[in-house]
Nanobody, 116 residues
Framework: QVQLVESGGGLVQAGGSLRLSCAYS????????MGWYRQAPGRQRELVAR???????NYADSVKGRFTISRDNAKNTVSLQMNSLKTEDTAVYYC??????????WGQGTQVTVSS
């Protein structure tokens, strides 16, 4: 059983910063990649940022240069530093783990609201 627990969401003014963290636990799986997705009302869930087991990263074009994904293997966490936030970043953010046997696990989601 894999569990993911997210923290760090909240309300921030445009131009501000937030840091999301996701702690994962469990056994019987090998990590392939970890990432953050988001879903705004009326829209499909979309990839925000991903980091592979080898440490390579990729980002949605809309967040490049503003968001940074990182991982701490010792603490079993993956984080998303979000700077220069915009109102269009408002969404529920989900932590994701993708395993070597092609299984996805999701966190419960954390709300990020950016006010103008």
């Amino acid at each position: 059983q894999v569990q993911l627990v997210e923290s760090g969401g909240g309300l921030v003014q445009a131009g501000g910063s937030l840091r999301l963290s996701c702690a994962y636990s469990g056994s019987g799986f090998t990590l392939n990649a970890m990432g953050w997705y988001r879903q705004a009302p009326g829209r499909q869930r979309e990839l925000v940022a991903r980091i592979s087991s080898g440490g390579s990263t990729n980002y949605a074009d809309s967040v490049k240069g503003r968001f940074t994904i990182s991982r701490d293997n010792a603490k079993n966490t993956v984080s998303l530093q979000m700077n220069s936030l915009k109102t269009e970043d408002t969404a529920v953010y989900y932590c994701n783990i993708f395993t070597m046997n092609w299984v996805n696990y999701w966190g419960q989601g954390t709300q990020v609201t950016v006010s103008s």
